[in-house]
């Protein structure tokens, strides 16, 4: 096996890494950052077996190759985090055709699915426009800027007689701090179990070249003649 092929193996692995962590970062109280190490260790010890004990690979090589899977698992955990914003705030209103009295019958209980699901829709829409607005070019770019800098939203539907307000449950403080500390973990995981590959394949080559000194054939010294 290789580094390089372990460095791909990695990147595979990474997206189901990023969708699990997707879901853990905003946990309260910061248990997230738990499992950005839990997983970093995982994915690094993945990449260990599969470059094999006895690789040499160069400090550069592992640095840039464990670094490399590492942001791209956290952006992959970032970016999908980012795509539920819109669901939380559509999940957080209780809309009004259900609300509003009128009863629900086997009926009309398509119709108000229908309906509820346009409403829904139309939320959705107005968050990646408000995203778009504040905090250019909106997307994943976004939501990072809003989560670090704002944290809160306020949206006019047609539908709701007040605006639909949605905060996020952490801070734009504790947003940054999670943000730089989680990537902190994840990297310091992934390097922490690939690093002993360059200690391994030093001493595997050190082990080698002495053990084809001492079975090289070494010189008979010429014997004087009496």
């Not at 879901?23 to 109280?29: A, Y």
């Not at 669901?87 to 209980?109: E, I, L």
Request: glycine share 8%; aromatic share 10%.
């Amino acid at each position: 096996m290789s580094w390089p092929l372990a460095v791909l193996a990695g990147g595979v692995v990474a997206a189901p890494v990023g969708l699990l962590l997707s879901f853990l970062g905003l946990l309260v109280m910061y248990l997230g950052l738990f499992f950005f190490l839990l997983l970093g260790l995982m994915v690094g010890a993945f990449m260990y077996r599969v470059a094999g004990a006895g690789a040499c690979v160069s400090k550069p090589a592992l640095v840039c190759g464990g670094l490399a899977v590492a942001l791209l698992t956290y952006f992959i955990s970032l970016f999908l985090e980012s795509r539920r914003l819109a669901d939380h705030v559509a999940n957080s209103f209780q809309y009004p055709t259900v609300s509003a009295g009128q009863p629900v019958t086997p009926a009309n209980v398509e119709e108000v699915r229908a309906r509820m699901a346009s409403q829904k829709q139309q939320v959705r829409d107005r968050v990646w426009q408000m995203l778009a607005g504040r905090c250019p070019p909106g997307g994943f770019l976004g939501y990072v800027r809003w989560a670090a800098t704002d944290g809160k939203l306020e949206l006019e539907v047609p539908f709701a007689e007040r605006p639909i307000k949605y905060r996020l449950s952490q801070s734009p403080l504790g947003f940054k701090l999670r943000f730089s500390l989680c990537l902190v973990l994840l990297c310091a995981g992934v390097l922490a179990q690939v690093w002993p590959l360059r200690r391994a394949g030093v001493s595997v080559a050190e082990v080698r070249a002495e053990s084809a000194a001492s079975t090289r054939p070494s010189a008979i010294p010429p014997t004087s003649a009496s």
